[in-house]
């Protein structure tokens, strides 16, 4: 099994910073792709940027040259730097990875999700 637990969300203003971390834990043979995903009240969920474990990045256009996303490989954690964030940001947030459990196959997990308001 694998968990993901996700932190860092909040409240922060337009044009405001915010780094949403999540780490994966349990018995974790090999994480291939990790993400962030995100739905707000009344739309689906979608990707908002992922990172292969080589480094390989995609980004949804809508964050392209505001949000970063970064691994620690060693740490079995990933990041999502979110600079100038606006009101249409306004989503829980949610972690995934695409990771394979001792003994087990290939399988994707989800985390708990984290909010992230963008609100004066």
């Known amino acids: 099994q694998v968990q993901l637990v996700e932190s860092g969300g909040g409240l922060v203003q337009p044009g405001g910073s915010l780094r949403l971390s999540c780490a994966a834990s349990?018995?974790?043979?090999?994480?291939?792709?990790m993400g962030w995903y995100r739905q707000a009240p009344g739309k689906e969920r979608e990707l908002v940027a992922a990172?292969?474990?080589?480094?390989?990045?995609n980004y949804a256009d809508s964050v392209k040259g505001r949000f970063t996303i970064s691994r620690d490989n060693a740490k079995n954690t990933v990041f999502l730097q979110m600079n100038s964030l606006k009101p249409e940001d306004t989503a829980v947030y949610y972690c995934?990875?695409?990771?394979?459990?001792?003994?087990?196959?290939?399988?994707?997990?989800w985390g708990q999700g984290t909010q992230v308001t963008v609100s004066s």
């Open positions: 995934n990875a695409r990771a394979r459990s001792l003994g087990g196959p290939e399988y994707v997990y």
């Open positions: 349990g018995s974790i043979f090999s994480i291939n792709t």
């Open positions: 990172i292969t474990s080589w480094g390989s990045t």
